[in-house]
């Protein structure tokens, strides 16, 4: 009788075993589907305009690398910023850092309502915004100092933080 019970606990044992790995397959083949629906929204690579015909100050917003850690991003070099740019360590972002300081997908810059917000992806070691850590969403102004990592970025948008019209 011994001899059965532990025949049939250690199929059940197997089968839960089995059963758990079909799980996790599952989950990870549900996040790889994801991917690709997160980047439906096509966003054009940094510094290429996505509509020609899009309001013009979208086009008059960039980040300037001020210092860096990495070969990847020296300091002078700029991104041009339009509606949305992605900032991280994978190649799928806009700005790759190669920081290894900085997350797979680190932060967003994003316009919404006429203002350019940064948003921290919930990243392990933070954004920093003017020297302090954002834990939540957060308006840019024009000389913002944005640091991801090793490396500082200046956000910088001509004349439309006073509401100009050049």
């Known amino acids: 009788m011994t001899g059965i019970v532990l025949l049939v ?62 070969a990847e991003l020296q300091p002078g070099d700029t991104f ?19 920081d290894s300081f900085a997350s797979t997908r680190h932060a967003r810059i994003y316009l919404k309502e006429g203002q350019y917000w940064l948003d921290d992806l919930n990243s392990t070691n933070g954004t920093f915004l003017n020297g302090v850590q954002i834990s939540k969403p957060t308006v840019l102004a024009n000389a913002d100092r944005i ?5 500082t970025f200046q956000f910088v948008r001509w004349g439309y933080e006073m509401g100009s019209d050049i």
């Open 80 to 98: 041009a910023v339009y509606k949305e740019i992605f900032i991280g360590r994978s190649e799928e972002n806009d700005i790759t850092t190669g």
């Open 9 to 70: 606990l250690r199929y059940v044992f197997l089968l839960l075993l089995l059963l758990f790995l079909f799980s996790l397959v599952k989950w990870m083949v549900g996040d790889l589907k994801k991917l690709p629906a997160d980047r439906q929204d096509f966003r054009p690579p940094a510094g290429v305009p996505e509509d020609k015909n899009a309001d013009s100050r979208v086009a008059d917003v960039s980040l300037t690398v001020l210092e860096s850690s990495t």
């Open 147 to 151: 640091r991801i990592g090793g490396i």
